[in-house]
């Protein structure tokens, strides 16, 4: 069955310190991968996402993420993270050819100053 | 419209009775999904609509709960005898093909 996962719940990182989220998926196809970003109180955010082609994606705010077929992997990446930052981040796996999405379960980021 | 819009963007009831909770797609959108998210968790599917039709009804998580979009575009998530444990945050999102873009959410609180 296809899943996602996020193993961290929770990181905490200085501000200007880079930043990895990491996310693992579970499915037999090339997947459509996305990452989310929800703020307090927020729906969630697009910051990119990956269907096809170059496996370094970049998206908004400065973050990039790289598709890892050999590890079922999209990590997130930021290098230098600012407070606003601070939020939950989700990611998530398109089935081609349909319509669902399966979510990760977040990381919560906490951005001390 | 220039995005996905929800409303009320809050909603306290009483156990017992009925909500109902609007979604506005972004205009243009064919596709329309309910997302419910519980404190801590992440997002459950609930219902999908293509246009008009609801071909997936199959994260509703009970027949308490019901949805519908009408003009192919407005929808309303519905409800009924409402329980503590459907408080949470409940998330719209549309999409034209492959990407979903998200309303702010309506946070329903069950008293």
């Known amino acids: 069955a296809q899943s996602v996962t996020q193993p961290d719940i929770h990181i905490t990182v200085s501000e200007g310190a880079s930043l990895e989220l990491r996310c693992n998926y579970s499915y037999g196809a090339t997947p459509y991968l996305f990452w989310y970003v929800q703020s307090p109180g927020q729906g969630l955010q697009l910051l990119l996402k990956y269907f096809s082609g170059d496996t370094l994606v970049q998206g908004i705010k400065g973050f990039e993420a790289e598709f890892k077929r050999s590890q079922s992997s999209f990590n997130l990446r930021k290098p230098s993270v600012h407070w606003s930052d601070a939020a939950e981040y989700f990611c998530?796996?398109?089935?081609?050819?349909?319509?669902?999405?399966?979510f990760g379960t977040g990381t919560r980021l906490k951005v001390l100053a | 419209g220039a995005g996905v819009s929800q409303s009320p963007s809050n909603k306290v009831t009483e156990k017992g009775k009925d909500v109902e909770l609007r979604c506005d797609p972004i205009s243009g959108h064919t596709a329309l999904y309910w997302y419910r998210q519980s404190l801590g968790q992440g997002l459950e599917f609930l219902i999908y609509?293509?246009?008009?039709?609801?071909?997936?009804k199959s994260g509703l998580p009970s027949d308490r709960f019901s949805a519908e979009r009408t003009g192919g575009s407005v929808s309303t998530l519905t409800i009924q005898r409402t329980q503590q444990e459907d408080s949470a945050v409940y998330l719209c999102a549309s999409a034209l093909t492959d990407t979903q873009y998200f309303g702010p959410g309506t946070r329903l609180t069950v008293l």
């Open positions: 998530a796996v398109g089935i081609s050819g349909t319509y669902k999405y399966i």
């Open positions: 609509f293509q246009g008009n039709s609801a071909p997936d």
